[in-house]
């Protein structure tokens, strides 16, 4: 027999379920872990959109062991991305960016590039300048084939999260044309 009168056997049994409710409240969840209470998740930074500007077009004809390029400029700050293709596979073409003013062609080797791509037989050439400055630009284009060449280039900016560039060089009009900067010496 229990010798509790009813209502204090009613009061220990209610605060006996209640142990029971801080214990399992204070328990670990399942699988382990601490016993402080669960961690939010961190909320990720919403990606900016992607945006991108055509800045130009470029088209033209490179003559044997010439230099060609064509100035452009941004308006903003972000990623320039550069799609080059020519005629023939086996010409090996380079591919140069730096911000204008920054050498003369005397001290091409020692400009300071955002974008160095010396000839491979990968074509067309594809090529990226990360957080590059709003400003004025010089894009250098060398054949270094006996022959000459015709080639097609697209400039365009990338703000955001844009992915890697790709696809085809666009056939449309050219805003521009490659101006000649001279013979390469060998």
């Not at 080797?109 to 955002?114: D, E, I, K, Q, T």
């Amino acid at each position: 027999m229990n010798s509790l009168q009813p209502g204090k056997r009613a009061l220990a049994a209610g605060l006996a379920g209640l142990t029971l409710v801080l214990q399992a409240v204070s328990l670990p969840s399942c699988g382990g872990g601490s016993s402080g209470p669960s961690a939010l998740p961190t909320p990720r930074p919403t990606p900016t959109p992607c945006t991108q500007t055509e800045v130009g077009i470029a088209t033209g004809a490179v003559p044997a062991e010439s230099v060609a390029g064509v100035d452009f400029t941004t308006m903003a700050a972000g990623r320039i991305d550069i799609t080059l293709d020519w005629t023939f596979p086996t010409s090996p073409i380079g591919m140069y960016l730096f911000r204008a003013n920054t050498c003369d062609f005397a001290q091409f080797n020692s400009c300071p590039f955002l974008i160095r791509s010396d000839p491979t037989a990968v074509k067309p050439r594809r090529a990226s300048a990360e957080n590059a400055p709003a400003g004025d630009y010089e894009l250098i284009v060398v054949n270094f084939a006996e022959r000459d060449e015709s080639l097609a280039g697209r400039i365009v900016l990338s703000q955001g999260s844009c992915p890697a560039i790709g696809g085809p060089v666009p056939s449309g009009p050219a805003t521009t044309t490659f101006r000649s900067r001279g013979r390469i010496g060998r």
